[in-house]
């Protein structure tokens, strides 16, 4: 159990953030500048809050008023940065060990074996880090982190250097060692499909606050409207993987309000998948179309309409209850007439779609 | 073969001890004063950085002077050595590795500040949360990686104190065998009346070691910047 109570100011900029996490990954959530890496220094040790305290489990880690700060190195704390910042004079075996040195001998619950497996990383061991590629750099940046047995792992934009494909490659990897490890995790990330992915619970940041916190599903719908992001806007669905449809490559995920269209063959018939879809990619229809591309319509009446400027945000309230935000001119919306109750179909182009296990 | 009298010899032989045992005593306490430097704040520092690069600026005479005063027997540092420690500076070898020593100093500290404050910092954060206290890190990540510019600070060292002549004839004369070293011995040399061809031949072995340990110092500093 992490708890943070910080408030500290860099010149004119202010934080000031009170949360906790529990098991699972706690994501921590909001556009560039809202003082996501700050909340990480302060929880690593890397600097040092203003006032407050932070607690993990029993253990205080920092408490403003009781002149305690613990350093880094006496924190046990595991950091994954955005650069994986390996020691270049250090083979990646080395750089593995480099924690478990460091690491009581009791407290090494984190073998060797099992995370050079989950991460892939058997063939690099005698390499050095200037040779590695990205990907690999930063899969031996959290494997790194793993071995040093840490009670509490940061991860700070850990895929934001990457590109797209190694990004979808480590993604599945973060999420295996979360449940293998069973280690509590707080994931900074700006990229709305890696929190709804891998996280239990969101806390959203911005200009220093928090201003909303909860399940990825509740919580990330209304992140957009909070900073003023419209592409920060996503809506989680959760369904069930139908048949697959070997042909064509496209594997249905069921949902109450209509059947949704995935891209590839994906996993076993019946299993539960969480879908995440940005507003931007959601169009409203008040008819069901017939000639158009996009495949997927879901049904569901509009329960609230946000926003005053040229763009607007609308709620859907889909069959079943949940809730699916879609993007919108106030023109379109105006024009067809567009107000809570209105009943519409939720367009989504299926590549827009990308699963998510559950 | 070169041809050279005894005691010519015998100051090339005294030049490199004193150089080399300067350049040993020279490298811990430049690091130091170089991580205090790179790293720390406290007031004075721009005092204690001013007093390093003294000699630099100093006429060496005046380094030597001030060396006598603080080393000499009844000096204020030299008495203290010489009577709880029987170590004495004035007018023996060990002198002219102290003047070589201070009169080296800055430069030393130099090369080796600015291979320390080259050290990513974010390598030594990332250090202390995988749970390498100060010390560690520094043994483990800072000195390692600021090692080509520790190397050429100390062959810039050794050079300087292979041909130290000022602060070094201040402070220990010119004693043949002991503090004549082959700056001392090309003084003396061009001194006499026949020594002229003595001067010279020690002249040009004087600027061979020198450029030697130059281009050595080039050698490293170039092969680490490819290396990083």
């Known amino acids: 159990m992490l708890e943070v109570d ?15 996490g529990g098991e699972g990954v706690t994501a921590l959530f909001g556009p560039s500048g809202s003082g996501k890496s700050s909340v990480i220094k302060l929880i690593a040790g890397l600097a040092a809050p203003d006032r407050g305290h932070i607690a993990l489990d029993d253990r205080l880690l920092c408490d403003t008023s009781a002149r305690v700060n613990l350093r880094p190195h006496r924190r046990r704390v595991g950091v994954v940065f955005q650069e994986s910042r390996l020691l270049p004079h250090f083979s990646v075996r080395h750089n593995m060990h480099f924690g478990r040195w460091f690491c009581p001998p009791a407290e090494r619950r984190i073998e060797e074996g099992p995370v050079v497996e989950t991460l892939g990383i058997g063939h690099l061991m005698e390499r050095r880090p200037e040779t590695l590629s990205g990907g690999e750099k930063q899969r031996v940046a959290i494997a790194r982190a793993l071995l040093s047995s840490p009670r509490l792992l940061l991860m700070d934009e850990p895929l934001a250097a990457l590109d797209w494909e190694r990004r979808r490659e480590i993604l599945p990897l973060i999420e295996r060692l979360r449940d293998d490890f069973s280690i509590p995790i707080v994931y900074v990330s700006h990229a709305v499909e890696e929190v709804a992915r891998l996280a239990a619970r969101v ?31 996503a809506s ?18 069921d949902h109450p309000a209509g059947r949704l269209w995935l891209t ?31 495949r997927t319509a879901l049904k569901g009446e509009i329960a609230a309409v946000n926003g005053t400027g040229p763009q607007l ?46 | 073969m070169i041809d050279l009298s005894p005691d010519a010899w015998i100051a090339i032989g005294l030049s490199f001890k004193v150089a080399a045992v300067s350049t040993l005593v020279l490298l811990p306490v430049a690091t130091a004063l170089a991580l205090m430097l790179a790293r720390a704040d406290f007031p004075g520092k721009a005092l204690v950085d001013g007093l390093i690069h003294l000699p630099l600026v100093l006429p060496p005479v005046v380094t030597g002077y001030a060396l006598l005063l603080l080393f000499g027997r009844k000096g204020l540092i030299g008495a203290f050595l010489d009577h709880y420690f029987g170590i004495v500076f004035a007018f023996r070898w060990t002198g002219a590795v102290l003047a070589a020593a201070v009169m080296a100093l800055p430069i ?18 990332a250090a202390g949360t995988l749970g390498a206290g100060p010390v560690a890190t520094f043994f483990l990540v800072t000195l390692p990686l600021a090692t080509p510019g520790i190397l050429v600070g100390a062959t810039l060292g050794f050079a300087k104190s292979l041909g130290e002549f000022g602060a ?21 040399a061009s001194q006499s009346p026949d020594g002229d061809l003595e001067a010279l031949t020690l002249s040009g072995i004087a600027v061979a070691m020198g450029l030697g340990a130059l281009v050595l110092s080039e050698v490293i500093a170039r092969r680490s910047r490819r290396a990083l």
């Not at chain 1, 809730?323 to 182009?349: H, M, S, Y």
């Open chain 1, 203 to 233: 806390v959203v940041l911005d200009r220093g606050r928090v201003v909303r916190e909860g399940a990825p599903a509740d919580v990330l719908h209304a992140s957009g409207a909070d900073t003023g992001d419209r592409f920060g806007i």
């Open chain 2, 168 to 188: 070094t004839i201040t402070f220990v004369s010119n004693i043949p065998g002991e503090t004549r070293t082959i700056a001392s011995a090309i003084y003396t």
């Open chain 1, 264 to 294: 590839g063959v994906n996993g076993p018939a019946g299993r539960s998948v969480r879908v995440v879809v940005r507003a931007t990619d959601v169009s409203l229809a008040t008819e069901r179309p017939k000639h158009i591309t996009i």
């Open chain 1, 236 to 253: 989680v669905l959760e369904g069930r993987l139908g048949a697959p449809d070997v042909d064509y490559g496209l594997t249905p995920v």
């Open chain 2, 108 to 125: 030393v500290v130099r090369a080796i500040r600015l291979s320390i404050e080259a050290v990513d910092r974010k390598l030594e954060e």
């Open chain 1, 6 to 20: 910080v408030a500290s100011r860099l010149g004119s900029f202010e934080l000031n953030v009170a949360f906790s």
């Open chain 1, 313 to 358: 945000s609308l709620d859907v309230k889909l069959e079943g209850g949940a809730i699916l935000v879609a993007a919108a001119t106030r023109r379109a919306v105006d024009e067809l007439g567009l107000r809570p109750g209105v009943p519409v179909f939720a367009l989504i182009k299926s590549v827009a779609i990308d699963e998510r296990p559950v």
